[in-house]
């Protein structure tokens, strides 16, 4: 691949200004000449589009902050340690004193998998400022790894090696840490299962090689290392024979591999584990032309049980012990094994692989958010009745009972917001960027320690939902801590995305930033503090008529002001949870300012809304402290006897009080004795997501109606799997103050009285007050107008 120009008028990227005097050879297949003038990879296809990494430079920041921690540690990492593995498997020779990373990555059935991470990470964190240290670093790597794949593919030719060496491929251009077998063994003759016996068992194959040539890709889009993808594309090749021929050189080989072969293979548990393999192949072909690697990408549709499943929207993550779809897999499915699998169906319905990939990814989408989604944006957990194993998914609509033990996992949250940007390139719900946004600015944004410590990567891996636990971070060599090098150095990458006829930007996120869309000749530089502020200033510099797309967020309850050259914008009503549209024609020096103020919300579990968590925008605030043995050890929390008529916490309840040497809010709730603080923030201390909601009485402000305060248990969710010791649907629904509180606010008191008699009279028809309670309820209502005047 050396005969492919370089760039020379910049070290970036740029994929349309590459053109060829000639064809040029891939592997066994050829890029095409339009690919070059197209965009590739997520969204390539879609009616709207990301920009590359290189049009978008972060500003100053929390994400900064994150971002340069993590380029900090893969700068001083020694990227030797990634080939020591590759380089035995190759039969070539090693450093002296230089070791494999350790963690998974110590010759185990997963090694390799960090080395795709780590290119990932590289490739990004050079095109984020040009820094010529990871430029070097990653043109090195990618060197060695083309060696050693030369070197593995050679022997089947010259014969085998020695030692780690000392075995023959089947098919060319394999690439790994570990030999060939340790894939192949995984489907037909011998059908391996997940172990630890390195001659017999197998643990995720595929999943090691999506992680490589996924970097290698990225390498190629941030680099334009040809190099990179010259080996991405053997291996590709190596890929469509092994999933079609098979293990054609074992004794008992019966025959190429059938359909029902490969949905065998996928439905296992974690063996069956292939990541995004799925996702790379579409791409390749994009670039090729090669049919062969999307007939690759479809080979991994998991037809066992889940891939139809999807696309009729019957939602089967988790089922009855006694009724399991499909011949091997477990009850609970695993969901970092399964979620990638749907980014790679909306990269094969992208390049025309039909309407049924889009539905199933739409569909799987949706039974995760809200379903299971804690209010962090992660996913996973346990519940009473299963094995406790947190990598799992809770039944539907399980949030209370579900966040025990590990909690959330953070690379499944990393492949959870992977699939919402890529369906919002589709269909532009701002619901899919709300999303995005809550998961980037809590579990992803608060899975990197706010250390200069470059022992390890400093990220977590579970981040605990039980009350009154810490954040662990380190994870060197495991799947969190290698999502976690790529998500910290892409933080640029959805702020904002581009109509593919270039008629209108979209303003995804609130980050600090400079867009450089040069095709359209505009910049758009944002300047703000978000999310430890609420505002944001956007200059442009460009001519002529765009529509730019601002993102109102739905949390944006207390208004979403916008001026442009300090006149109000009037056109078009700013909706929480939609997009504003300002179509004008644009000048060089327009600035377009945003407000959106935070407020403090409290957000309840599906299943039981007493579990509650507080919101301050788009961050979770966490309760700092060790709760005691009461309410089942959450802290316990009576906030309706503060507030006004306004329904503002932050008046009242949950006060922000200062702000850190770093810029962070602090906040004190009720009576001052408790603190909150941001979930971003990265350290060890005992913190709490969620709190119990304790309010006896019907009390509003001091005045005590003399009544308790009882609940309503209608419209809480039936768990759709059982849990045991737990009633389902449950006796924990909405609290009379609930539901006239969550009214508010009220423009006059005689409008509150009105929501109270209203509200009592309905809790008098369901019999749970007595027409006796209900007047004392109303009489007290009555004479609280002082004590409910906002301050």
């Known amino acids: 691949m050396d005969w492919l120009p370089k760039i020379t008028a910049s070290p970036r990227r740029l994929l349309r200004a590459i053109t060829f005097s000639a064809v040029a050879l891939v592997g066994n297949g050829v890029?095409?000449?339009?690919?070059?003038?197209?965009?590739?990879?997520?969204?390539?296809?879609?009616?709207?589009?990301?920009?590359?990494?290189?049009?978008?430079?972060?500003?100053?920041?929390?994400?900064?902050?994150?971002?340069?921690?993590?380029?900090?540690?893969?700068?001083?990492?020694?990227?030797?340690?990634?080939?020591?593995?590759?380089?035995?498997?190759?039969?070539?020779?090693?450093?002296?004193?230089?070791?494999?990373?350790?963690?998974?990555?110590?010759?185990?059935?997963?090694?390799?998998?960090?080395?795709g991470h780590y290119i990932t990470a590289l490739s990004q964190a050079y095109v984020d400022q040009?820094?010529?240290?990871?430029?070097?670093?990653?043109?090195?790597?990618?060197?060695?790894?083309?060696?050693?794949?030369?070197?593995?593919?050679?022997?089947?030719?010259?014969?085998?090696?020695?030692?780690?060496?000392?075995?023959?491929?089947?098919?060319?251009?394999?690439?790994?840490?570990?030999?060939?077998?340790?894939?192949?063994?995984?489907?037909?003759?011998?059908w391996a299962v997940y172990g630890s016996n390195l001659d017999t068992n197998t643990w995720a194959p595929w999943y090691t090689q999506h992680k490589i040539i996924r970097g290698l890709l990225d390498a190629y889009y941030n680099t334009n290392s040809s190099q990179a993808l010259s080996i991405a594309t053997k291996m590709a090749d190596w890929a469509y024979l092994a999933l079609t021929i098979g293990d054609k050189n074992n004794p008992n080989y019966t025959g190429n591999l059938t359909r029902d072969d490969l949905n065998y293979m996928w439905d296992l548990y974690i063996g069956g584990e292939y990541g995004g393999a799925n996702e790379v192949f579409p791409e390749i072909y994009q670039i090729t032309g090669d049919a062969r690697h999307l007939e690759t990408a479809k080979a991994f549709d998991n037809r066992e049980s889940l891939f139809g499943a999807a696309v009729g929207n019957k939602d089967i993550l988790v089922v009855n012990k006694d009724n399991i779809p499909g011949r091997r897999r477990p009850y609970r499915l695993h969901a970092n094994q399964h979620v990638p699998n749907f980014i790679g169906y909306l990269r094969v319905f992208e390049q025309g692989g039909g309407q049924d990939y889009f539905t199933a990814a739409k569909n799987f989408y949706s039974?995760?958010?809200?379903?299971?989604?804690?209010?962090?944006?992660?996913?996973?957990?346990?519940?009473?009745?299963?094995?406790?194993?947190?990598?799992?998914?809770?039944?539907?609509?399980?949030?209370?009972?579900?966040?025990?033990?590990?909690?959330?996992?953070?690379?499944?949250?990393?492949?959870?917001?992977?699939?919402?940007?890529?369906?919002?390139?589709?269909?532009?719900n701002a619901t899919y960027m709300d999303n995005y946004e809550r998961g980037l600015f809590n579990q992803i944004s608060g899975s990197r320690a706010d250390t200069t410590s470059t022992r390890d990567p400093q990220l977590t891996y579970f981040q605990q939902l039980t009350p009154g636990t810490p954040r662990d971070f380190g994870n060197t060599g495991t799947c969190c801590g290698g999502t976690g090098m790529e998500s910290h150095t892409k933080y640029q990458e959805t702020v904002y995305f581009?109509?593919?006829?270039?008629?209108?930007?979209?303003?995804?996120?609130?980050?600090?930033?400079?867009?450089?869309?040069?095709?359209?000749?505009?910049a758009v530089k944002q300047e703000t503090t978000f999310p430890r502020g609420d505002t944001a200033k956007f200059t442009v510099t460009g001519q002529g008529p765009l529509d730019i797309k601002l993102?109102?967020?739905?949390?944006?309850?207390?208004?979403?002001?916008?001026?442009?050259?300090?006149?109000?914008?009037?056109?078009?009503?700013?909706?929480?949870?939609?997009?504003?549209?300002?179509?004008?024609?644009?000048?060089?020096?327009?600035?377009?300012?945003?407000?959106?103020?935070?407020?403090?919300?409290?957000?309840?579990?599906?299943?039981?809304?007493?579990?509650?968590?507080?919101l301050w925008g788009p961050v979770l605030l966490q309760l700092v402290g060790k709760p005691n043995s009461s309410n089942n050890g959450y802290f316990g929390l009576s906030l309706y006897q503060y507030l006004k008529r306004d329904g503002d916490y932050s008046k009242a309840a949950i006060k922000q009080t200062g702000v850190?040497?770093?810029?962070?809010?602090?906040?004190?709730?009720?009576?001052?004795?408790?603190?909150?603080?941001?979930?971003?923030?990265?350290?060890?201390?005992?913190?709490?997501?969620?709190?119990?909601?304790?309010?006896?009485?019907?009390?509003?402000?001091?005045?005590?109606?003399?009544?308790?305060?009882?609940?309503?248990?209608?419209?809480?969710?039936?768990?759709?799997?059982?849990?045991?010791?737990?009633?389902?649907?449950?006796?924990?629904?909405?609290?009379?103050?609930?539901?006239?509180?969550?009214?508010?606010?009220?423009?006059?008191?005689?409008?509150?009285?009105?929501?109270?008699t209203s509200t009592a009279d309905e809790f008098v028809d369901a019999g749970v007050y007595s027409a006796k309670e209900r007047d004392s309820i109303v009489a007290k209502a009555n004479q609280a107008e002082k004590e409910l005047t906002s301050i």
């Open 130 to 190: 040009n820094e010529q240290v990871f430029k070097t670093k990653l043109d090195w790597m990618i060197n060695e790894l083309a060696a050693c794949q030369e070197a593995i593919t050679a022997r089947m030719k010259g014969g085998a090696g020695t030692g780690s060496a000392s075995w023959i491929p089947t098919h060319p251009g394999y690439l790994g840490a570990l030999p060939e077998d340790t894939v192949l063994r995984l489907g037909p003759p011998r």
């Open 660 to 756: 850190s040497t770093a810029g962070d809010p602090t906040f004190k709730v009720t009576n001052g004795s408790l603190t909150a603080r941001p979930y971003y923030i990265g350290d060890s201390q005992i913190v709490s997501s969620y709190f119990r909601r304790i309010e006896p009485a019907v009390v509003f402000g001091t005045i005590d109606a003399g009544v308790p305060n009882r609940k309503r248990n209608d419209g809480l969710p039936n768990y759709d799997v059982p849990v045991s010791g737990i009633s389902s649907p449950g006796t924990d629904g909405l609290t009379f103050l609930d539901l006239v509180w969550e009214q508010a606010p009220f423009s006059t008191h005689d409008a509150f009285v009105k929501v109270v």
């Open 31 to 115: 890029i095409r000449m339009d690919a070059l003038a197209k965009d590739l990879g997520p969204g390539a296809t879609a009616p709207v589009r990301p920009f590359r990494l290189d049009q978008v430079e972060l500003g100053n920041g929390l994400l900064q902050e994150k971002r340069d921690r993590i380029k900090a540690f893969i700068q001083s990492y020694d990227e030797r340690k990634f080939l020591v593995l590759f380089n035995n498997q190759a039969g070539r020779p090693n450093p002296s004193g230089v070791t494999p990373p350790g963690g998974w990555e110590d010759g185990g059935l997963l090694s390799g998998h960090w080395t």
């Open 551 to 614: 993102r109102v967020p739905a949390w944006a309850r207390k208004g979403f002001k916008v001026t442009i050259n300090e006149q109000a914008w009037t056109n078009g009503v700013a909706q929480p949870g939609s997009y504003l549209t300002l179509s004008r024609t644009w000048k060089t020096g327009d600035v377009i300012e945003v407000n959106m103020p935070f407020s403090i919300r409290i957000e309840r579990a599906l299943d039981r809304p007493d579990t509650q968590a507080i």
């Open 367 to 428: 039974w995760l958010v809200p379903h299971r989604q804690f209010v962090t944006g992660g996913f996973g957990g346990s519940y009473a009745g299963t094995d406790g194993n947190g990598e799992l998914f809770q039944n539907r609509d399980n949030i209370a009972n579900a966040m025990a033990s590990t909690g959330a996992e953070t690379c499944t949250t990393y492949n959870v917001l992977k699939l919402a940007r890529n369906l919002f390139l589709h269909e532009h």
């Open 498 to 522: 581009r109509s593919a006829d270039g008629s209108a930007l979209w303003i995804n996120l609130y980050i600090p930033s400079t867009l450089n869309w040069a095709e359209k000749g505009f």
